[in-house]
């Protein structure tokens, strides 16, 4: 009989919708040190389940989905059962976990620190991921979530910095080190690069005192009768693609599930999606004449890469609410985007 689990490390990966939490994650991968085993737990504010699809299968590596809602507030119970299977079933020597961009850290830290998890799970430093260019919107430096973010962090991995400035790297920097206490580190992490150093030499997370904000405490009377929607286990049948709606904290998503035979035009596809609102957070996982695509528009970049993912084809829209096109208007142009039988 094995050993019970005694204080497997865990690290938390927060930051703002786009920020490059994914990316950096797998590049964290990249490095892992050989015999151990890594779990990685990735909440999506949408329904759809995009970002867990960005991961290959391997042996040493479990990646675990949570589509639809906050880990924080509407699925904390989810989180707590889904940890206990994980842990027995994978023993992983590692535990990484993805919140929501719109999630909070300190709902999540109450459920790792219950007392279910005490003397199994070892909270290391919260890092939290920033991108320079979006201190430039009031919006984003008044945004309750945001800060709380950043000032619950250890440390803060500053992303996307090849497209920022020198001044905009300079400004984070800066505002940063107002706040209190101060971070144990700041690094540049282009391209999601960051060493693993950071991670293996963490310290243990100290009991921070912080609440989550007013509209995630709001959120959790609703979660006790939250109900998963089964949609990300069906598969869809051709020419009926499964679309999934969803909304709360101020945001609303939109996705859709199509078969993997179907084929989109890569050219049309990808004009179609350039030209959604620039606000909107565009993800997906597509079948296209040029092969399987992963498509990510963040902040008004757009990337495009090879994907090992072929189970089926899926996109997500997230925006602020009542920012999102109108689903079946839009779900009819991207019909058009496919190509023949």
Not at 62 to 87: D, E, M, R, T, Y
Not at 135 to 163: C, I, K, N, Y
Not at 236 to 256: I, K, M, V, Y
Request: proline share 6%.
């Amino acid at each position: 009989m094995p050993a019970p689990l005694a204080n497997v490390p865990v690290h938390l990966v927060t930051g703002f919708l786009g920020s490059g939490k994914s990316t950096l994650i797998r590049r964290l991968i990249e490095q892992k040190p050989n015999g151990e085993r890594w779990a990685v737990v990735i909440n999506e504010f949408g329904r759809v389940g995009i970002d867990q699809a960005m991961f290959a299968e391997r042996d040493d590596l479990v990646v675990k989905g949570l589509p639809g809602g906050c880990l924080c507030c509407q699925l904390a119970f989810v989180l707590q059962a889904s940890l206990v299977n994980l842990l027995h079933r994978h023993r992983p020597d590692r535990l990484i976990i993805e919140p929501s961009g719109l999630g909070h850290p300190a709902g999540l830290l109450d459920v790792l620190r219950g007392e279910g998890f005490a003397g199994v799970l070892d909270v290391r430093d919260i890092i939290a991921l920033l991108d320079p260019r979006r201190l430039d919107d009031s919006r984003a430096r008044d945004h309750e979530t945001f800060r709380d973010q950043l000032a619950m962090a250890d440390g803060v991995a500053l992303t996307m910095t090849d497209l920022a400035t020198r001044e905009q790297r300079e400004a984070a920097r800066a505002w940063l080190g107002e706040f209190w206490p101060p971070k144990r580190w700041i690094a540049e992490a282009p391209h999601g690069a960051l060493p693993l150093s950071l991670l293996l030499d963490s310290r243990r997370h100290a009991r921070t005192t912080g609440a989550a904000s007013s509209v995630h405490q709001a959120a959790r009377p609703a979660a006790a009768n939250l109900v998963l929607d089964e949609v990300a286990c069906r598969e869809p049948a051709p020419g009926r693609p499964l679309r999934e709606e969803g909304a709360s904290l101020g945001h609303a998503t939109l996705g859709w599930r199509w078969h993997a035979a179907e084929v989109f035009d890569l050219d049309r596809v990808t004009t179609l999606l350039g030209a959604l609102p620039a606000g909107l957070r565009v993800k997906g996982e597509l079948n296209t004449t040029e092969g399987w695509k992963l498509y990510n528009r963040a902040e008004g970049t757009v990337s495009l890469s090879d994907t090992a993912w072929r189970r089926d084809s899926r996109l997500e829209l997230i925006g602020e609410a009542g920012s999102l096109p109108a689903a079946e208007a839009l779900e009819a142009k991207l019909a058009e985007c496919l190509t023949p039988k």
